[in-house]
């Protein structure tokens, strides 16, 4: 089946610095990613759409100037959260479709803790 | 507006069956997908409908009408471990999903 690798599973980092965290199609191409964040005892929050070779798609209220998207190739999106602050603390996960009517490959997660 | 409502939490006893609710609200339609997640997990895969009907997947079953807007996930022989949020989602027009907040799911011994 289709697998989704997120990277790193778990970081820690200062208030002030930047940490980019990276989602990889690992059998197949995915020409959308979607950034998913999640607070404690919260819903998965969509906070933009990656889409290979053209800019990112971003939910309204989510700042693209700190939260900084690549999709450089079919298999490979980034996403930087820069200048973190420690209400950036949250869980970000990945995922990709496979197909309009595929059902959502999810990434492992990433839980971000700004100190 | 486009809107997924489902129950906040339920709680169950272990060897039992629960329904998990979900009435949904979007522009257009092109399926209804529910996820397990378990605390600090991302979401898993449990099931898919875009036809009217139930779909049977071994102790779990999800059932759609289109005519109601409304699903529910079925879930029989309850284990421990399927304690955990129930995510509903709906596919709209735009192939974009929306989420429900998800069910808490509490199974008791």
């Known amino acids: 089946g289709a697998v989704v690798s997120q990277h790193p599973s778990w970081v820690i980092c200062k208030s002030g610095t930047s940490v980019k965290i990276e989602c990889r199609s690992l059998d197949f191409q995915a020409t959308t990613m979607f950034w998913y964040r999640q607070f404690p005892k919260q819903s998965l929050m969509l906070m933009a759409t990656?889409?290979?070779?053209?800019?990112?798609?971003?939910e309204q209220g989510v700042e693209k100037d700190k939260f900084l998207i690549n999709h450089a190739s079919l298999t490979l999106s980034t996403l930087t959260v820069t200048s973190a602050h420690p209400e950036d603390s949250s869980f970000y996960i990945c995922?990709?479709?496979?197909?309009?009517?595929?059902?959502?490959?999810f990434g492992n997660g990433t839980r971000l803790t700004v100190t | 507006g486009q809107n997924i409502d489902q129950p906040t939490e339920m709680t169950a006893t272990e060897g039992a069956i629960v329904q998990i609710n979900c009435t949904y609200q979007t522009s257009g339609f092109n399926g209804l997908f529910w996820y397990q997640q378990h605390a600090g997990e991302a979401p898993t895969f449990l099931s898919y409908?875009?036809l009217d009907g139930l779909e049977e997947k071994g102790r779990f079953s999800s059932f759609l009408s289109r005519s109601k807007g409304y699903s529910y996930l079925l879930l029989k022989e309850l284990q421990m471990k399927d304690s955990a949020s129930y995510l509903c989602a709906g596919k709209d027009s735009n192939y974009q999903l929306i989420w429900g907040a998800g069910t808490k799911l509490i199974i008791k011994p």
């Open positions: 995922s990709a479709p496979t197909g309009d009517w595929s059902p959502l490959h």
């Open positions: 990656s889409n290979e070779g053209s800019k990112a798609t971003y």
């Open positions: 409908n875009v």
